[in-house]
């Protein structure tokens, strides 16, 4: 079977079932009746934000010490975690290896978007941008097929998005036909934003809603000075930088960092925020597994999703979901109807 028609959609999965339980309880004429609408909650989704490590072969060194990600997650734990959620295919994102596994980290996710039949078909790989042969890197990975772009993890205030050296590699990326995911605290955006600006021809992922203070927003805080003055400044450098108009942000990454206790209506205003500034062509979807799990499992944060965005129009839903990554990563279109 090709890649694309070994993965079936929710929607299809959940006709077929109904039809096989029909046949099951009433004969034939099942058959005849009208097939089950497609419920919204099956709108698959192409997972923009995958992570994958296998700690015998790869070295995390920012995994010690953790007691829930510090182990090895591979695809047969991705595909349990999925299941019920609509993801159907998925977009690697890279997991900040060790400096010299690089190369290594890109070799393992091709091989794994050459499998038939696995949800992963593209990858964004890690890097180094101030590296001195950092051209030559970013080229080796023109001539591979799956390769959409690169990242890695600012930190701080990000000083380093305004160091010529760390411009001039994000300008290379841009250069070769890549996007660089910006993943950043809050206090980093402003940082970012002045990078945005020196790279015109690079096109740019913002990460997990610009990693918004989420305790910030919840209920019980959100009017309190502090929160006030931490919302406003994400809002303000989030439509910074959604004022580049192919930039394009990432629903993902917040319930990592969701307090105990935590619902879809605590995350609803950062998520819809997002939604409404970026506009429905630039807004694409992440699980951020198994990250995610610090605060909540893929189903859960799914579940959320789906009921934030349900009084949204079905057309933008869709292309929430799954049509802006088709388009946006250029990867084969779903078989959906
Ligand atoms: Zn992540």
């Not at 990454?253 to 429905?280: H, M, R, S, Y």
């Amino acid at each position: 079977m090709t890649k694309t028609s070994a993965i079936q959609t929710p929607a299809r999965i959940d006709r077929r079932n109904a039809m096989i339980a029909g046949l099951a309880t009433a004969g034939a004429c099942m058959l005849q009746a009208p097939v089950l609408s497609m419920d919204k909650s099956w709108i698959p989704i192409v997972d923009c934000h995958q992570h994958l490590w296998d700690l015998s072969r790869q070295k995390l060194s920012w995994l010690q010490g953790n007691d829930t990600l510090g182990r090895s997650f591979v695809m047969k734990d991705y595909l349990a975690a999925i299941e019920g959620t609509g993801i159907t295919k998925a977009v690697y994102m890279e997991v900040d290896v060790d400096k010299d596994e690089k190369f290594l980290e890109g070799e393992i996710v091709t091989d794994l978007c050459k499998q038939a039949g696995s949800p992963t078909v593209a990858a964004v790989l890690g890097c180094i941008p101030d590296a001195p042969d950092f051209a030559n890197y970013v080229n080796h990975w023109k001539k591979n097929p799956f390769v959409r772009g690169f990242r890695t993890v600012l930190s701080g205030d990000n000083d380093q998005c305004v160091m010529p050296n760390f411009v001039r590699g994000i300008q290379t990326i841009g250069e070769a036909g890549f996007r660089f995911d910006l993943c950043t605290s809050p206090k980093g955006l402003a940082n970012c934003v002045k990078l945005v600006k020196s790279c015109p021809d690079t096109r740019f992922i913002v990460d997990h809603c610009g990693n918004v203070e989420i305790k910030a927003w919840r209920l019980q805080n959100r009017n309190d000075e502090a929160s006030r003055k931490m919302i406003l400044e994400w809002k303000r450098d989030m439509t910074m930088l959604a004022g580049k108009q192919d930039t394009i942000c990432k629903i993902s990454g917040i319930v990592a960092q969701v307090p105990k206790g935590w619902t879809a209506e605590d995350i609803a205003p950062a998520i819809n925020f997002c939604l409404d500034t970026f506009g429905p062509e630039r807004v694409v979807v992440g699980s951020d597994w198994p990250v995610c799990l610090m605060g909540a499992t893929l189903v859960e944060w799914i579940k959320a999703l789906r009921e934030i965005i349900a009084s949204r129009p079905d057309s933008d839903q869709r292309k929430l979901l799954y049509e802006n990554a088709v388009r946006h990563y250029a990867i084969e279109k779903l078989a959906v109807n």
